[in-house]
């Protein structure tokens, strides 16, 4: 197949181009940089310079291709508005990812019990994650009422090793950072909240698995296990030879220093039970878990 993916120069996009290319697919990546050009040719991805606001330009990969893969933005309204204006009436297919911080709490690094066990089970959201949540609606109903299949897959807390340019993932390089810093892995609060993962490789297959089968309109939380973030800040540490010893950080200290995105994506609860991925698609996670493939750097 022809297959156009946005933000190849990225962790989950450059991943997911990879795969493909592997499975004997036609990939087209969009970059923003030029200096990526060279390396995407290397790997048989056929770069296409721009940005996700260049919905002309978006609009006419997404034609060329069967199916388009949009990973370079969860939060991008208006690139997930142009694909599916251009591809309206195609029967062609849009995959969409998300984030699993739409499930999130405020939870500044305490428990909660709360799970969602099927992917299209009602739950509340923090008001600055609704926005994704409409992208989300979006795409799927676009998958009903446009005339394209559409199919939303939702990551939750990725690990590993990433498959092209960008080898590291956005949550655990960070705590990384601040907890070398800090001479201990760092958590939030009492770090008991808990956040589902997913590694970056057993994702990849998922994206395949849905080009393959996802019937439209179709939503996939993608999870292979969860962890409170205190155990995650003790992998974190491990990986830097700390002895696995973690401290707290608290909300106002971390909020000060990154602004909200250690509120959202290190102090929350985001847990999800990858359902539909599992029964509908047959997705098998098969890779490390997150504390074996942290603590040693794998």
Known sequence: MKIFVTGTSGYIGGSVAKVL???GHEVRGLVRRRESVGSHRQ???EPVVGSLDDAELLGSIANWADVTVNAAS??????AHALIES??????TLIHTSGSSIVGDDAAGMYASTVVHADDMPFEMM???SPRNEIDRLVRSAGIHRGIRTAVICPTMVYGRGLFEKADSDQIPKLQKKSAQ???GVYIGEGK?????VHIRDLAELYVLAIERAPSASFYFAESGELALRDVAGAVSVSLGLGGNTQSWSVDDAVAELGLWPRIALGTNSRVRATNARR????VPTQPGLIETVSNNL
């Open 193 to 197: 909240n808990i956040w589902s993962n």
């Open 74 to 79: 969860s939060d991008h309204f208006w690139a």
């Open 127 to 129: 008001l600055n994650r």
């Open 43 to 45: 790997a048989g991805i």
């Open 87 to 92: 591809l309206s009436g195609t029967g062609k």
């Open 280 to 283: 509908a698609l047959g997705w």
């Open 21 to 23: 290319v592997d499975a």
């Open 182 to 184: 800090a001479g201990a």
